[in-house]
């Protein structure tokens, strides 16, 4: 494995596992006793945008077998569509894993716009409100992702 592919690889694999470690955090009260945490605090929207990069650097890493580099700007962008032209459009790989890769950009751009209007927002509206309610689309993400990022690897590796 080149060796850059294999950086992208182990890159793919921390965020999956920081996205791990901060779900079992947002969940387990012992830990954040531990960590100085309040019980009401959980970090769902974290564990959403760790995943997605999970699965940005695993199209990232694929595209360099295929000779493809992507960089700035709009380096998310290029790097979707590279990876939809040259690996999905072609036939290289399954219709699936592009539906998780467009999913997960979808929940990136909402994690964005919700910080934006959050960051304007005064008054009644309590942060803990959205971490919350991330937990369901949280676990999905880390599921999509690790689903994603097997399936890469398991490609790069033949």
């Known amino acids: 494995m080149d060796s ?3 950086i992208f690889m182990d890159r793919s694999n921390n965020e999956i596992s920081i996205a791990e470690s901060l779900k079992k955090l947002s969940e387990d009260n012992k830990l954040k006793e531990e960590f100085k945490i ?3 605090m959980t970090f769902y929207s974290s564990v959403i945008s760790h995943s997605y990069y999970a ?3 695993a199209a990232k890493a694929i595209l360099l077998t295929k000779g493809i580099k992507t960089s700035s700007p709009e380096v998310h962008k290029k790097t979707f569509e590279e990876f939809k032209i040259n ?3 072609n036939g290289l790989l399954d219709v ?3 539906k998780i890769y467009k999913e997960m950009v979808v929940k990136a751009d ?3 716009e919700i910080f934006k209007v959050e960051k304007g927002k005064r008054g009644d509206f309590t942060y803990k409100t959205i971490p919350q309610a991330n937990k369901g689309p949280a676990e999905e993400s880390l599921r ?3 689903f994603f990022v097997s399936n890469i690897l398991k490609i790069i590796q033949n």
């Open 55 to 57: 699965i940005f650097y």
């Open 4 to 6: 850059m592919v294999e």
């Open 96 to 98: 699936k894993l592009l």
């Open 144 to 146: 999509n992702s690790k």
């Open 87 to 89: 690996l999905i459009d």
């Open 38 to 40: 309040p019980e009401n």
């Open 110 to 112: 909402e994690l964005l």
